[in-house]
């Protein structure tokens, strides 16, 4: 079994020399979330620089509110400044969950705004997927569009 955590400000600072001495062998950060480049994740650029310090793998998320392609091009470009330079060995994952204004989309028009974001993401040379729930992706996008 291979053990790994997910993080973002809402886990605080994080003593990362702990983290590794329990066994934790990759790491997921959010980047940030949204549209604008002040969205950053605050606690990004400092849980990015233990984790290479100590040589945690690191991948990466952005949490969407996206509620068109539009949207999701937008996101996907502000992400896309935010991950310049970085060294990220995982992928970097699209993360579009229960908001409100997500879920009175249709399931196609969820799935255009991952596959929209992810093939940005592409494009750019990274490794990218859909970070959701397992009842999000069985029930609330195309999952026979996201393979």
């Known amino acids: 079994m291979i053990k790994g955590i997910d993080v973002s400000k ?6 990362w020399g702990r983290v590794k001495a329990a066994g934790i062998q990759f790491a997921i950060l959010r980047a940030g979330y949204g549209m604008f480049e ?3 994740d605050p606690t990004f650029e400092n849980n990015y ?4 310090r100590l040589g945690i793998p690191i991948g ?13 091009k937008k996101e996907a470009a502000v992400y896309l ?3 310049k330079g970085k060294d990220i060995t995982l992928p970097n994952w699209f ?10 989309l249709d399931k196609q028009l969820r799935t255009n705004i991952c596959l929209n974001f992810m093939d940005k993401i592409k494009a750019a ?17 195309d999952r026979t569009k996201l393979i």
Do not use: R
């Not at 040379?125 to 996008?141: I, K």
């Open 10 to 15: 809402h886990q605080g600072t994080i003593d």
């Open 49 to 52: 620089s233990e984790c290479k």
């Open 95 to 104: 993360d579009q969950e229960y908001e409100p204004g997500i879920k009175a």
């Open 125 to 141: 040379g990274y490794q990218t997927g859909l970070y959701c729930s397992y009842d999000w992706y069985m029930n609330w996008v």
């Open 81 to 83: 400044k935010i991950l």
């Open 38 to 40: 002040n969205q950053i």
């Open 60 to 72: 990466t998320y952005w949490y969407s509110y996206a509620t068109s392609v539009f949207e999701a």
